[in-house]
Nanobody, 120 residues
């Protein structure tokens, strides 16, 4: 089906920026929506931002005004630009995609996650 590969995570100091990318490949007809989640150890995975054909939507109040999701449909890639990072943003970031298979059924795929660490 679909493979999602994230990149761009790493270590940054508080106040800095990171941009993570997620490229979709494999077998799919159309991607409906793509999103970024994050998860800290021992906590539930949280939806941060998502983007559909109608545009982006912020879901995490803590990211509002600091994180921006955008998508390059020609490259089947979604990005999450993270600015003014805080140590509390230290989590594993996962991308997901909701898509249609050429045979008509809808499915969801997940990336493997990328660790973002913000030092004080």
């Amino acid at each position: 089906q679909m493979q999602l590969v994230e990149s761009g995570g790493g270590l940054v100091q508080a106040g800095g920026s990171l941009r993570v990318s997620c490229v979709a490949s494999g077998t799919f007809f159309r991607i409906n929506a793509m999103g970024w989640y994050r998860q800290a150890p021992g906590k539930q995975r949280e939806l941060v931002e998502a983007i559909t054909t109608d545009g982006p939507t912020n879901y995490a109040d803590s990211a509002k005004g600091r994180f921006t999701i955008y998508r390059d449909n020609a490259k089947n890639t979604v990005y999450l630009q993270m600015n003014s990072l805080e140590p509390e943003d230290t989590e594993v970031y996962y991308c997901d995609a909701d898509a249609f298979h050429p045979s008509g059924y809808e499915f969801q795929s997940w990336g493997q996650g990328t660790q973002d660490t913000v030092s004080p």
